[in-house]
């Protein structure tokens, strides 16, 4: 099956600095891409959903500006957390569709564990 | 699925046994509906899944079963086993266009 990655798996940072998860599809075109946060013990949630070459679209609730999505290419796209603070502290998991695909055929990456001490 | 809680529910099984794990989804224009595995520390994995038109499907070891009316869904593990042990979480979604809403998750826990 098609695999997607994310890295790094594990990041610790000091409260206001950036941070920046790459998510990749290994072994396909991904034309698009979700960004989901998932808090212990919680279900995920999605953040945003990517289109390559267009702008990130925002669930209702997420900053935007804080949340900063780049889809550059079809086998990658960034997720950077600015000025990131404590409560952003979280399990953030990508996925990554083919082109044509439905959004059931979701491929999902290992996610990544921020910890914004 | 429902809107998330902020506990994860808990079954517990023997190994061998069967497991029923349940779902309860809130939209009704809902038309395709996926079991993911997700065990600690990694993404979510897709098991099973089956379109509105359906009521059951059957895969290696899994059945999901669909409930529209009451909107219900059910996935039955046979013959569980430790490396089942995990959390399982429902999908949906009203169309193959549009993004998937996760329910809130079940514990698998089995022990030998």
């Known amino acids: 099956g098609a695999v997607v990655s994310q890295h790094p798996s594990r990041v610790i940072c000091k409260s206001g600095t950036s941070v920046k998860i790459e998510c990749r599809s290994l072994d396909f075109q991904a034309t698009t891409m979700f960004w989901y946060r998932q808090f212990p013990k919680q279900s995920l949630m999605l953040m945003a959903t990517s289109n390559e070459g267009s702008k990130a679209t925002y669930e209702q609730g997420v900053e935007k500006d804080k949340f900063l999505i780049n889809h550059a290419s079809l086998t990658l796209s960034t997720l950077t957390v600015t000025s990131a603070h404590p409560e952003d502290s979280s399990f953030y998991i990508c996925s990554a569709l083919s082109r044509g695909s439905s959004y059931n055929e979701q491929f999902f990456g290992p996610g990544t564990r921020l910890t914004v001490l | 699925g429902e809107s998330v809680g902020l506990h994860l529910p808990t079954l517990s099984v023997q190994e061998g046994d069967n497991s029923i794990i349940n779902c309860a989804y809130s939209?009704?224009?809902?038309?395709?509906f996926i079991w993911y595995k997700q065990e600690s520390g990694k993404g979510p994995q897709f098991i099973i899944d089956i379109r509105s038109n359906m009521d059951k499907r059957q895969g290696q070891r899994v059945t999901v079963l669909l409930n529209k009316t009451v909107k219900h869904l059910s996935l039955q593990i046979a013959a569980t086993q430790p490396g089942d042990s995990a959390v399982y979480f429902c999908a949906d979604t009203p169309s193959g266009y549009s993004t998937l809403t996760f329910g809130k998750g079940t514990m698998l826990l089995v022990s030998p």
């Open positions: 939209n009704s224009a809902s038309d395709y």
